[in-house]
């Protein structure tokens, strides 16, 4: 009888040792999983940034090419010192004055200002995916934490070599706001 109760006992034990070893391996896989959402996440976000900007940029350099040509066109007519010159300046300008025109018809509005405002959007919608994904990232990692550091999981954690992993904190001068404006100076 007595031999009966020691292999229930063992029989109980072992069934625990093999669900808690692997309640701790699932939770380990869901954090490996997380942080994979999350790197993506990350990357996303440095590749995404670059190319808003970059077309941002080769976007609002047409439009402005388009308004200095415009501009030192009247500036060679105001700084014009003789007849021929003054002529000559008139010409360019007359020439000039169509296609802006047709430009300026083309799009009524000021489009780099749109630019600025999709790239706005843009950084808002990857720093909320961001954040979800860090959320659900910590998440896991606290669970996986806390799962291996209570007793008596905590004994059979260190048997099976489970370790307590980081959870993924932003540093202080990460916290700030992006600081398009350095972007754009690039």
């Known amino acids: ?19 808690s070893y692997n309640q701790m391996k699932k ?12 790197d993506a996440f990350l990357m996303k976000r440095v590749d995404q940034l670059d190319n808003l ?18 501009i030192g066109l009247r500036e060679g007519i105001v700084g014009a010192h003789n007849m021929d010159e003054k002529l000559k300046a008139h010409i360019n300008m007359q020439r000039e004055i169509p296609m802006a025109m047709a430009r300026i018809e083309r799009y009524p509005e000021l489009k ?17 995916q961001i954040q ?13 934490n806390q799962l291996i550091a209570t007793f008596p999981r905590n004994l059979i954690a260190g048997i099976f070599g489970f370790t307590s ?17 350095a972007l754009f100076n690039r």
């Open 112 to 128: 780099f200002n749109e630019n600025y405002l999709h790239i706005q959007r843009s950084i808002n919608d990857i720093e909320e």
């Open 1 to 19: 009888m007595g031999m009966f109760v020691a292999i229930g006992i063992a029989a109980v034990l072992a069934l625990f040792f093999v669900i």
């Open 27 to 38: 939770q380990a896989v869901n954090v490996e999983n997380a942080f994979g959402d999350l």
């Open 165 to 181: 992993k980081p959870m993924f904190e932003t540093p202080p001068e990460k916290r700030e706001n992006v600081d398009v404006k």
């Open 132 to 144: 979800a994904a860090r959320r659900n990232f910590n998440s896991h990692t606290g669970k996986y």
């Open 53 to 70: 900007i970059q077309t941002a940029r080769v976007a609002t350099d047409k439009e402005i090419e388009g308004y200095e040509k415009i």
